[in-house]
């Protein structure tokens, strides 16, 4: 297993939309083994989702783990060539970091659910209705698939901060959400 590294704002992978993984390719032992590489290098930067554009591979490929709490899975899981239909609802605003963007936090609008479409690692069909805190990384790892990083979501900049200050000023009352949406 490899640790891959992340790639920063201003890299151009992280502008350029991926492309669908091609069907022969899904459900090899290398595609296991670079499912396995995303979702280690998730974890080694305490994220909650990573695309594949953040370590300069332009597919179509996303790895997240949320705990069960939120309504998610409990392991980590892969989503490949993958399509998003937002629920109605009006849209919730919620903080969000960027693993791509280390350091700063914003209050970031977003669809309450959305219905995942997709294939799993192994080319099965995926398909389920993501709420919460699951249904915020959906959206914050699909929009890396087409070039968007959370900033672009931002209406309104002036919740904008650097994770130290806002630990500081902004939520002090709420410690353990220090990282609850960073991907
Ligand atoms: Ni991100």
């Known amino acids: ?12 992978a992280l502008r350029t939309p991926a492309r669908p993984v091609p069907k022969e390719r899904i459900g090899t032992p290398a595609f296991a083994a670079l ?28 790895v997240y783990e949320v705990a069960e709490a939120e309504g998610g899975p ?11 239909e937002p629920r109605a609802g009006e849209l919730v605003y919620d903080w969000e ?7 700063l936090r914003g209050l970031v609008p977003r669809h309450p659910a959305v219905v995942v479409h997709g294939l799993d690692p192994e080319g099965g069909t995926v398909e389920f209705v993501a709420e919460g805190l699951l249904a915020r990384v959906m959206q914050h790892e699909y929009d890396h698939l087409n070039g968007v990083v959370f900033l672009d979501r931002m209406g309104d900049f002036r919740s904008l901060a650097f994770q130290e200050e806002w630990d500081r000023y902004m939520v002090p009352d709420r410690p353990d959400e220090e990282s609850s949406a960073v991907g």
């Open 74 to 84: 409990g392991e980590a899981r892969a989503v490949i060539n993958p399509m998003l």
């Open 97 to 103: 970091g960027c693993l791509s963007i280390p350091g």
């Open 35 to 62: 499912i396995a590489d995303m979702v280690a290098t998730m974890r080694e930067a305490s994220g909650v989702g990573l695309a594949a554009p953040q370590i300069e591979l332009d597919w179509q490929i996303f």
């Open 1 to 12: 297993m490899a640790i891959h590294t992340i790639v920063r704002l201003g890299h151009p």
